[in-house]
């Protein structure tokens, strides 16, 4: 059981008008307990000028200038993974709250938000840490975050030609991938970008990355696993002399002469999870088997 003062940072979704009524209801859930309220700018000035509601008692941040107990993030895994990339190595517990559809990061429902402050109050509640990939280019740096939770995706441009996107693992050439591109994915990603592409379900914690390409022009190509203490070095050749890096959908455009190097960064993202929840179930639930698809 907690008596101290706790402090919160809220993250959230920009996009979702109808969604005002929960925001409403955790920060009443915050006040009953006198806890300090944090909101993002964005988040605060879509909420106050976009959607009209009064929000009192609340101090703005900007970007990652913030300290809290625990970052809340509301909406979907999407906006989970920019509340961890702002939340970066200051090893602050993440809990998404789900605005929207059945999400894997957030996978609290607006219906248990006063319930689950309580949790968090009493400690009944459980903290998952989670592998990120850091993500180093030559010559030049990335302009943005250079961590990613879910995945790092190399990307053609054009619509027409393929890239060949050549991959060495520890120093050991692997092979030459000519496809659509290629993505690098932790386990928590396993179920995102690279699951689409015929990727593994990877269980979170196995301490695994696996590199699945998008669209191969060879049949033969399969999703590779890897130890999460491998070096991955990448090169890219394209006709139009560029590609695309997207690190959880954030992404840039760089020259084909530029070298990636990814590794584990040194820090581990913290995720919230209701006490009793199971993986497992989750996952049947998201992907929907046992379901009868039958008319």
Request: proline fraction near 3%; hydrophobic fraction near 40%.
């Amino acid at each position: 059981m907690v008596s101290r003062k706790l402090r919160f940072a809220i993250f959230g979704n920009l996009y979702q008008p109808k969604k005002s009524v929960s925001i409403q209801k955790l920060l009443s859930s915050l006040a009953a307990r006198k806890a300090d309220v944090l909101m993002e700018r964005e988040f605060y000035t879509f909420l106050t000028s976009g959607q009209q509601l009064p929000i009192a008692g609340v101090h703005v941040f900007d970007s990652d200038q913030f300290e809290a107990d625990f970052v809340l993030s509301m909406g979907g895994d999407g906006t989970f993974l920019r509340a961890a990339s702002r939340v970066g190595n200051k090893q602050i517990p993440i809990l998404g709250i789900n605005t929207g559809r059945l999400g894997f990061l957030a996978d609290v429902n607006a219906q248990e938000i006063e319930h689950t402050i309580d949790a968090l109050y009493e400690g009944d509640y459980a903290v998952d840490t989670r592998s990120v990939i850091r993500v180093e280019t030559e010559p030049r740096s990335l302009q943005g975050y250079d961590c990613a939770l879910n995945d790092v995706a190399i990307l053609k441009r054009d619509n027409a030609s393929m890239i060949s996107i050549h991959v060495t693992v520890n120093g050991d050439y692997v092979t030459t991938y000519q496809a659509d591109g290629l993505i690098v994915s932790t386990p928590t990603g396993s179920t995102a970008y690279s699951l689409s592409n015929g990727g593994p379900i990877i269980v979170p914690g196995t301490h695994v990355f696996s590199l699945t390409a998008v669209a191969p022009h060879s049949l033969n190509v399969r999703p590779i696993v890897l130890s999460e203490d491998s070096e991955i070095q990448l090169t890219v050749q394209s006709r139009t002399h560029n590609f695309l890096v997207a690190l959880d959908g954030r992404s840039e455009k760089l020259a084909d002469s530029t070298k990636l190097t990814m590794r584990k960064a040194p820090y581990r993202v913290k995720v919230i999870k209701r006490a009793g929840t199971k993986y497992f179930h989750t996952l049947r639930e998201k992907m929907m088997w046992g379901a009868d698809q039958r008319g």
